[in-house]
């Protein structure tokens, strides 16, 4: 089974510009969450979609970001414009639906704001 | 908000040694997940404990699920060098619509 797929790997931009991330998660997974992790820190949820709606984006700061998953399956998240507090992994994670079922995670972005 | 509070934030041990961590928090959970993260990757789920008290082993881990529903324990037997990571636990609660909640990690570093 093909595991959550991201990309890009790395990102670096400077403050105030806008930059996108990618996320394919596991095929037949309703459930697909985006993360920040700051260096030192355990993983925040950013957002959480059931299947193309968004069930919880309370911690998403959304003057600066927005998600999207239009299909279902696929999904982006962006930074418009970047702060250097940005500076974190962006994890994405998928999961079969939105009970107790385990978070299989990506390998995430490290994006670094100059 | 929820917090999690993983103990101790790192450890240096000798390869064949025992490790044992640990997760509190102030709220209750009605799940607890321990995840291992290596240097460049995304967390792996490790082990994850459904029902207070209970006790789950995965090779050389073994994990229990307090009786409070507000900490849980990773133990690791006979540490190796492959052990090295960052472990993570993560509490998940239904009313809060099952969001993981995770703490700060434990640094293990094993010395061969």
């Known amino acids: 089974e093909a595991g959550v797929a991201q990309s890009p790997r790395y990102k670096i931009i400077e403050k105030r510009q806008s930059v996108a991330f990618w996320c394919n998660p596991i095929?037949?997974?309703?459930?697909l969450y985006w993360y920040q992790q700051i260096l030192g820190q355990g993983p925040k949820l950013l957002i959480q979609?059931?299947?193309?709606?968004?069930?919880?984006d309370s911690q998403l700061p959304k003057d600066r970001f927005s998600a999207e998953r239009l299909k279902g399956v696929d999904s982006t998240l962006k930074i418009q414009p970047a702060k250097l507090e940005d500076s974190a992994v962006y994890l994405c994670?998928?999961?079969?639906?939105?009970?107790?079922?385990?978070?299989?995670f990506g390998d995430g972005t490290r994006l670094s704001i100059l | 908000g929820q917090q999690l509070n993983q103990s101790p934030q790192s450890m240096f041990i000798q390869e064949g040694e025992d490790v044992s961590m640990n997760c509190t928090s102030s709220s209750i959970f009605n799940t607890w997940l321990w995840y291992k993260q290596d240097p460049g990757e995304g967390p792996v789920l490790l082990i994850a404990l459904y029902k207070a008290g209970e006790l789950t082993s995965n090779g050389r881990l073994t994990a229990q699920f307090g009786i409070t529903r507000k900490d849980s324990f990773l133990n690791i037997s006979a540490s190796i060098p492959s052990d090295v990571g960052i472990y993570f636990c993560?509490?998940?609660?239904?009313?809060?619509?099952?969001?993981?909640?995770f703490g700060a990690g434990t640094i293990l570093r094993v010395k061969s």
């Open positions: 994670a998928s999961s079969f639906d939105r009970g107790n079922q385990p978070q299989h």
């Open positions: 095929s037949g997974h309703a459930t």
């Open positions: 979609f059931q299947n193309n709606g968004v069930v919880d």
């Open positions: 993560a509490g998940q609660l239904r009313e809060y619509g099952n969001k993981l909640v």
